[in-house]
């Protein structure tokens, strides 16, 4: 019986995952790094990178579990929580009814429990699909919660930010998932427990001033944004023109707020090397 779940929760991830897809539709896709052309047959089998020049595209939140966990593995924590409208900001209902016809996601964080390697794991990803991956209320709870549910099984936590930062239509409650988050991980902290942050490309503002850099351990992808205000808008508050690579993620493991940029190619090992050592260290 556990078997048949098993293939069932598999086959409904990668469905999931054949939506999560940022790859365009078209046969033939240029890179927008390089500008190099591939087939979309290409892309894809390689992770969503491009052939050329290693250019990292954006994973849907879907797709990211579905070539990181086991296969069999996957089961979805608070999958009905949607964004409420707090404010009755003007616009903020339509849209979030055409981003959810477009995407299939009722919010921008997909969580879920899992195993990588066969060491099992929380894991919540954030989908920039979803009005950029803002942080919501919404999305607060379901980080916090999935915070909360790791600490009290006493399993390892990975969370894959990808975030504009807080989203503005829902005002100081967004901001307060700063606070919420971040107090959760505190206590998460005080277990002993292992938390891996992944940022990936973008990862900015509120996201990136709470959880997404409060891993016991930071990897990121090569070439991710990450930072709390973008470069134009630090030129442009500073009135200097920054360094070449100036918050790409192979400067900020330079100046040691990244531990490592990882390869996609190479994501799903390191994290199982991880969570190995830890178990063992434990």
Not at 10 to 22: Q, V
Not at 108 to 122: E, R, Y
Not at 170 to 194: D, P, V
Not at 258 to 276: E, P, T
Request: with cysteine.
């Amino acid at each position: 019986m556990n078997g048949i779940f098993s293939k069932r929760r598999s086959r409904l991830l990668a469905m999931k995952a054949l939506r999560s897809s940022y790859v365009p539709p078209e046969q033939i896709i240029a890179c927008p790094k390089c500008g190099a052309e591939s087939t979309r047959r290409e892309v894809s089998g390689n992770l969503s990178v491009c052939p050329q020049c290693g250019y990292h595209w954006p994973l849907g939140g879907y797709h990211r579990l579905s070539i990181i966990l086991d296969s069999g593995t996957f089961r979805e924590l608070n999958p009905k929580l949607p964004p409420a409208d707090p404010l009755s900001f003007p616009g903020y209902r339509a849209k979030l009814q055409e981003v959810n016809r477009k995407t299939g996601l009722s919010e921008a964080v997909v969580a879920a429990t899992g195993s990588i390697h066969g060491k099992k794991c929380v894991v919540a990803v954030l989908d920039s699909r979803f009005i950029m991956g803002s942080m919501s209320a919404a999305v607060g709870e379901v980080v916090a919660s999935a915070v909360e549910y790791a600490g009290r099984v006493r399993l390892p936590l990975i969370i894959f930010s990808a975030s504009g930062g807080a989203r503005m239509q829902e005002g100081i409650l967004s901001l307060m998932q700063m606070a919420k988050t971040s107090a959760a991980l505190a206590r998460f902290g005080e277990k002993k427990l292992l938390y891996i942050s992944v940022l990936t490309d973008p990862t900015t503002g509120g996201v990136t001033a709470s959880f997404a850099s409060l891993g016991d351990i930071i990897l990121a992808e090569p070439g991710a944004l990450i930072g709390f205000a973008g470069p134009r808008v630090i030129e442009q508050t500073i009135g200097e023109t920054l360094p070449e690579g100036f918050q790409r993620a192979e400067f900020l493991m330079e100046h040691g707020f990244v531990d490592r940029v990882v390869h996609r190619h190479q994501l799903r090992a390191s994290l199982g090397q991880l969570l190995l050592l830890h178990e063992r260290g434990g």
